[in-house]
């Protein structure tokens, strides 16, 4: 045979060899009818199990809703599941529609790999009812997936972002809150580092700090701490067992969090290994048995000085407005009252006052704050001038029902240092916010 008739063979015969492995990759579809139409049609809280199995490894993972409607994996083992992967697996599955019907009669399966299908999911309803959807090969000439329900002859293919949501392993849809607690019903939070234990109280809608002495706290900066634990999640699981290996040591922790809310009282530790660039912080908590890999942000944001933590404001009344003032600068006293939307000086024969400058004095108060804490011993505060202040300003709220008053005076070595009557914290405040506090004084007058 003529070499280049002997090439043309080999280059036919190789075609035929790749349109066979073709065929047997894709099969090709039977005849269809182009239409889309529901597979399952039911309300998402009527679906109260799923169970997904998988036939080429990866095991089985199961979730069932318990009766207050909290979702929870149950195999490979029991997990409180993260509700937004969940439901959005819920989602699917409630409303599936079929992208095309290939077949209304098929027999063959293993073709379109679903004899028995490459993932199962079981679904169990409220009513006891339950199906079977089976999933198999990709379909060749769409971005769908071949599938069948209830082991009918109706062949069909959904869509390719449909079986994403389903094909979870239980690592995907465990809830991965390192520790899950209701932080608005919290009453107690107490912060434990190397050197220090912060513990705080809430009465009412306010955060005290408790110990190391009782002092007041920055509200905000509490619940920002409070939040940083509720809302983090950890990167990985390092071990489940029950009892974690000695070479995780929390026998002296970087860090520990406890908070004691409506149910009862949950726990943090936090360990750390490593040194510079390379620390891993991992932690256990009360909630989940095993030891986690936690991100730096949330172990080193336990980590806050007492400081930080305090209310820096003088003055409680945030963004109420006084009714009454009382203010001294030196030897100049003023009693200013409000009275029918106006500015009243009581003590100079009610004469009025501009409305702007009063509300000028209001905001310096309000405003008023601490640069440092200079003592929290009440009988230090002499040493500041506070037993003689120089100035001062009472404020009184809720027709008198809140009063606050604060002195101030000029301090050693040129600062300025302020006092909430009846507490024992001495402020450093700035110069300029009691020049200006002499400022809106001295236009009243």
Do not use: C
């Not at 998988?54 to 490979?76: H, N, V, Y």
């Not at 389903?166 to 465990?174: C, N």
């Not at 914290?425 to 700035?430: G, N």
Request: aromatic share 8%; hydrophobic share 35%.
């Amino acid at each position: 045979m003529k070499p280049v008739r002997l090439l043309i063979a080999l280059v036919i015969l190789a075609g035929l060899g790749g349109a066979v492995w073709y065929s047997e990759k894709h099969p090709p579809q039977p005849k269809s009818e182009t239409k889309t139409e529901k597979i399952i049609s039911t309300s998402e809280d009527q679906i109260r199990k799923i169970k997904i199995e998988r036939q080429s490894g990866g095991g089985t993972m199961a979730l069932e809703k318990g009766d207050d409607g909290k979702w929870r994996i149950t195999e490979p083992k029991s997990y409180k599941a993260e509700d937004s992967s969940v439901n959005s697996m819920v989602s699917s599955l409630a409303a599936l529609n079929a992208d095309l019907v290939v077949n209304e009669k098929n027999t063959d399966w293993k073709t379109y790999g679903l004899d028995p299908g490459k993932l199962v999911v079981q679904i169990s309803l409220k009513d006891g009812k339950q199906m079977k959807l089976a999933l198999g090969d990709d379909a060749p000439t769409s971005s769908g997936v071949y599938a069948r329900l209830d082991a009918g002859p109706r062949l069909f293919t959904i869509a390719s972002f449909v079986k994403s949501s389903l094909d979870k392993s239980a690592a995907d849809l465990r809830d991965k809150h390192i520790l899950p607690f209701e932080s608005e019903k919290a009453s107690r939070i107490t912060v434990a580092t190397k050197g220090q234990t912060l513990e705080f109280g809430k009465a009412g809608a306010n955060w005290q700090i408790v110990k190391p002495r009782p002092i007041r706290a920055d509200n905000y900066a509490v619940e920002d701490l409070i939040r940083s634990v509720r809302d983090a999640n950890f990167e990985s699981v390092l071990d489940e067992s029950e009892k974690p290996p000695a070479k995780y040591s929390f026998a002296a922790p970087f860090a520990t969090f406890e908070a004691v809310d409506a149910s009862g009282v949950h726990t943090l530790a936090i360990g750390k290994e490593g040194k510079d660039k390379d620390v891993t912080y991992y932690a256990k908590t009360s909630a989940t048995p095993g030891v986690f890999k936690i991100a730096s942000t949330v172990a080193e944001g336990l980590n806050k000085t007492l400081d930080s933590l305090r209310n820096k404001k003088l003055f409680d009344f945030g963004w109420s407005d006084p009714q009454k003032l009382e203010v001294r600068d030196g030897e100049v006293r003023l009693a200013i009252e409000k009275k029918a939307d106006k500015w009243i000086r009581t003590d100079a024969g009610n004469k009025d006052l501009p409305s702007d400058k009063v509300q000028s004095l209001i905001d310096n108060l309000r405003n008023l704050s601490a640069k440092a804490y200079a003592s929290d011993d009440a009988s230090a505060q002499a040493k500041y001038g506070l037993n003689k202040p120089s100035a001062e300003a009472k404020v009184a709220l809720d027709e008198g029902k809140r009063v606050e008053r604060v002195l101030m005076a000029a301090g050693p070595e040129g600062k300025y240092y302020a006092a909430r009557e009846n507490e024992p914290a001495t402020y450093e405040i700035e110069k300029s916010a009691y020049e200006d506090f002499q400022k809106a004084v001295g236009a009243l007058k």
